[in-house]
């Protein structure tokens, strides 16, 4: 790790002036910050601590939403009876992620704002885009298998890692943030960006700018939804596929339907032309197939991960099958089912 | 050895014993427990909250100790293996690991055991295949899973307190 100052931010406004002096870096849960600074990835010259600033509460909002503070840990808004009762999907999303150690540390913030997981971004002796911009991609024509088959360029393969920011990405989550130029709230499906020719910005998030809370709107969907997660072994893995289903039925209709992807994109991967094409068919393998096979149209694959393409389209299916049976995918009973 | 300039002081309860310490910003909790402090029992396997070798309560939530800084921690509770047991009797956790051979080698075992004691007070396992989910950021490269998940659900359905 390399040397740095360290100072602890009591006050909202003392980390904005803070985190505004080049070098900075806040530190939250540090689950994710503190790994990349012990492979040199990450290299502040001053860290200032915010995870002490009163913004770890959830609340519930008067029109049925939910707001997550940024520096709730993962673990306290996963179990939060309000938000499995509001929000089933995020909660179950949050628990597919991670260990139990890491939940009880990991902040909301933090979960939107992690790097990649990409081996090459992690190691300092290969090129990277994302970590050093113009240097390459080892990751096209090497060893790909995680690697993204939606939205990615010729500068970067790399996939945005979470299972939370899957289901935000669902629940069309508005991100609340601070800055020196005063408040914004960024929609989630604007806050994460494709990696482009700058793969080495992950989001929207202005240099300055602090996320004090996460807005998810009142979920009109009930009982039907369902995080389905598949990966290498069975648990404490990153996802190959993920997928974030939820639907909205009306007399036996689909009268909604919002389909997320994690796992394959550089952002959770949501596709609306998709989703409004179940929009007024009754739920079934084959309105749930076009659906999928229009998600996976443009998707690209570049040899270790072709696999996935096929995998997505059957998750895609095996998720909305879920969601339209209200039976959502279990999170400690991994079969699929 | 002389001390780090850049240190600053903290204030930890550890094992319930208050310590007034100093620590350079870059000193994880992990290496000041066992380097400052010689609690050695908290292993450093990986290093990057992989394997949950580190695990240890604070403030009574189990946490890789790995990915914490020291310093970000001042004024807190520790409760690593060395406190669990209470007046020389071992934690029940303890006990039951011995009874149900729920080691090999023990080199995983302190994490495994203070995971299974904040697996506990969280009380969100209800049955033997959450125990399993909720313990999978504790490997064990022995293959001992299924005595340790045994070890662990003895204890749970006898009801026996998580002393965190």
Redesign the interface.
């Known amino acids: ?6 100072i ?1 931010a009591e006050t909202l406004d003392e980390a904005l002036s803070a985190i505004a002096l080049p070098g900075s870096a806040l ?1 939250a849960g ?2 994710n910050l ?2 990349l ?2 492979y040199d990835v990450a290299k502040p010259a001053r ?1 200032v ?1 915010i ?1 002490r600033l009163p913004l770890r509460g959830i609340e519930a909002l008067d029109d049925g939403g939910l707001r997550l503070g940024a520096l709730a840990p993962n ?1 306290d808004t996963a ?1 939060d009876a309000r938000v499995q009762e509001r929000a089933p999907l995020l909660a179950s999303a949050i628990l597919a992620g ?5 939940r ?2 990991a902040t909301t913030g933090g979960n939107l704002l992690q790097r990649t997981r990409c081996a090459y971004f992690y190691d300092p002796c290969t090129p990277c885009n994302k970590r050093e911009p113009g240097s390459g991609c080892p990751a096209i024509g090497g060893v790909n298998r995680m690697h993204a088959i939606l939205g990615a360029s010729e500068a970067c393969i790399a996939v945005h890692p979470s299972d939370m920011c899957v289901a935000l990405a669902a629940l069309d989550a508005r991100v609340n943030v601070q800055g020196p130029g005063g408040v914004r709230v960024i929609p989630i499906a604007d806050f994460h960006r494709l990696p482009g020719e700058q793969p080495q910005i992950d989001s929207t998030l202005l240099a300055g700018e602090i996320i004090t809370s996460v807005d998810v709107p009142a979920d009109p969907f009930g009982p039907h939804h369902s995080y389905l997660k598949l990966r290498d072994r ?3 893995a990153f996802a190959l596929v993920s997928v974030a289903a939820a639907l909205r039925l009306e007399d036996g209709i689909i009268a909604q339907a919002r389909v997320a992807l994690g796992g394959v994109a550089h952002k959770p991967w949501r596709d609306q032309e998709a989703e409004a094409l179940l929009v007024g068919l009754p739920p079934g393998r084959e309105a749930f197939d076009q659906a999928a096979r229009a998600i996976l149209a443009p998707a690209v694959g570049h040899g270790g991960n072709d696999f996935k393409i096929e995998l997505a389209r059957r998750a895609v299916v095996r998720a909305l099958s879920q969601a339209a049976a209200g039976a959502p995918q279990s ?3 991994k079969r699929v089912r | 050895m002389s001390e780090d300039p850049s240190a600053m002081p903290l204030q930890l309860t550890v094992n319930g014993e208050v310590r007034d310490l100093r620590a350079a910003p870059w000193v994880t909790l992990l290496d000041l427990l066992r380097e400052t402090l010689q609690l050695t029992g908290s292993k450093k396997g990986c290093d990057h909250g992989q394997c949950g070798a580190c695990t240890v309560l604070v403030d009574g939530r189990r946490v890789n100790s790995c990915l914490i800084l020291a310093l970000t921690r001042d004024g807190s509770e520790v409760t690593t293996i060395e406190g669990l047991a209470k007046d020389g009797a071992l934690h029940p956790l303890q006990q039951a690991f011995i009874e149900h051979d729920a080691l090999q080698c023990g080199y995983c075992t302190p994490g495994q055991i203070c995971s299974a004691a904040g697996l506990l007070s969280e009380g969100q396992a209800r049955c033997r295949e959450e125990v399993r989910e909720l313990m999978s950021g504790n490997l064990c490269r022995c293959g001992a899973y299924t005595h340790i998940v045994e070890a662990i659900e003895t204890v749970r359905l006898s009801g026996a307190e998580a002393a965190a």
Not at chain 1, 98 to 102: E, N, P, T, Y
């Open positions: 790790m390399n040397r740095f100052s360290y602890r530190l540090g689950t503190v790994d600074m012990k860290l601590d995870s673990a179990y991670a260990s139990a150690q890491l009880n540390v069975l648990s404490y999170q400690s009973d």
